[in-house]
C-alpha cells in the first residue's frame, strides 16, 4: 500500500517529467519561429502563423511558470520521511 510519502514521490516525478515536455515544446515552437520567419512565405501569411506560434510559445511558459510554482510548493510542504 502507497504512504503519503511514495504519493509525493510520484507526483514530483510526474510533475518533473510534464516540465521537461513542456520546456521541449518551448524549444519545438522558437526553433518553428525561426524558420517561419526566415520562409518565403507571403509576409501577410508569415505574420499570421507567427502570431500563432507566438501565442503557443506564451502559453507553454506560463505552464511552465504554474509547473515551476507547484513543484516550489510541493517541495516546502513535502511530508515527513518517516524512519
Given at each position: 500500500?502507497?504512504?503519503?510519502?511514495?504519493?509525493?514521490?510520484?507526483?514530483?516525478?510526474?510533475?518533473?517529467?510534464?516540465?521537461?515536455?513542456?520546456?521541449?515544446?518551448?524549444?519545438?515552437?522558437?526553433?518553428?519561429?525561426?524558420?517561419?520567419?526566415?520562409?518565403?512565405?507571403?509576409?501577410?501569411?508569415?505574420d499570421a502563423l507567427l502570431a500563432g506560434i507566438g501565442d503557443q510559445?506564451?502559453?507553454?511558459?506560463?505552464?511552465?511558470?504554474?509547473?515551476?510554482g507547484a513543484l516550489t510548493f510541493s517541495a516546502l510542504t513535502r511530508?515527513?520521511?518517516?524512519?
Amino acid at each position: 500500500m502507497l504512504d503519503l510519502t511514495d504519493l509525493h514521490r510520484a507526483y514530483m516525478s510526474s510533475i518533473r517529467r510534464h516540465q521537461q515536455l513542456l520546456a521541449k515544446l518551448h524549444e519545438t515552437l522558437s526553433q518553428l519561429g525561426v524558420a517561419v520567419e526566415s520562409s518565403p512565405l507571403d509576409p501577410q501569411e508569415r505574420d499570421a502563423l507567427l502570431a500563432g506560434i507566438g501565442d503557443q510559445i506564451h502559453l507553454a511558459r506560463g505552464i511552465i511558470a504554474s509547473i515551476d510554482g507547484a513543484l516550489t510548493f510541493s517541495a516546502l510542504t513535502r511530508p515527513a520521511i518517516s524512519n
